[in-house]
């Protein structure tokens, strides 16, 4: 079955640094790429959707200028949160659209568990 | 945009207790999932039913599409069913994000 994966698992930094989350499909192609953040006891809210080679489409609140999204190629979406701080702790969650699956076609990383200090 | 809610938020049961779990929306939807996710975080794609009823096992699912909720069905809950479960949707064509409900938190006490 379509597997993504999303590294790191999880990450500790330091308050003004900046962070890199990978998520990459390993046996599909990905034409849209999404990134969800949650918090605790709390649902997953998406920060924005991405097209390979096109800018991402940030959803409404989201800084785009903190969190950078980056589609390159059909299987790599990166997203960058710059300039970390304690508030931007939580849990990221990328998903990628499998359009060769279908309407149901909707995979999900593992997630990441950043802890700004 | 589109509202998604689930009730209960929070639901405490009885192993071997059946539970039920609701999800509203609040718009015409193409595409809704049922996830369950686990202790770590990672989600688990139970149902795919914009419409109708499946079944897989203990659980089930229906949707009435047109008074726009679905409901969850788990039968003789085990306590390995505790967890948080989400519903998401998804509106129209040429809009491919999944909306996510709030969220039932299903706690099986032994």
């Known amino acids: 079955g379509a597997v993504v994966s999303q590294h790191p698992s999880w990450v500790i930094c330091k308050s003004g640094t900046s962070v890199k989350i990978e998520c990459r499909s390993l046996?599909?192609?990905?034409?849209?790429m999404f990134w969800y953040r949650q918090f605790p006891k709390q649902s997953l809210m998406l920060m924005a959707t991405?097209?390979?080679?096109?800018?991402?489409?940030?959803e409404q609140g989201v800084e785009k200028d903190k969190f950078l999204i980056n589609h390159a190629s059909l299987t790599l979406s990166t997203l960058t949160v710059t300039s970390a701080h304690p508030e931007d702790s939580s849990f990221y969650i990328c998903?990628?659209?499998?359009?060769?699956?279908?309407?149901?076609?909707?995979?999900f990383g593992s997630g990441t568990r950043l802890t700004v200090v | 945009g589109i509202q998604v809610e689930q009730s209960p938020p929070d639901l405490i049961l009885q192993e071997g207790a059946n539970s039920t779990l609701r999800c509203n929306f609040s718009d015409s939807v193409n595409n809704l999932q049922w996830f369950h996710q686990n202790p770590w975080g990672q989600l688990i794609n139970l149902f795919y039913i914009p419409s109708g009823t499946k079944q897989n096992g203990r659980l089930s699912a229906t949707t009435v599409a047109t008074e726009r909720y679905s409901l969850l069905y788990i039968s003789s809950s085990q306590t390995t069913d505790s967890g948080d479960y989400f519903c998401?949707?998804?509106?129209?064509?040429?809009?491919?994000?999944?909306?996510f409900g709030t969220g039932t938190r299903l706690t099986i006490i032994p």
């Open positions: 046996d599909f192609q990905a034409t849209t």
């Open positions: 991405s097209n390979e080679g096109s800018k991402a489409t940030y």
């Open positions: 998401a949707v998804k509106m129209g064509f040429g809009n491919e994000k999944l909306t």
């Open positions: 998903s990628a659209r499998d359009r060769g699956r279908g309407k149901d076609g909707y995979t």
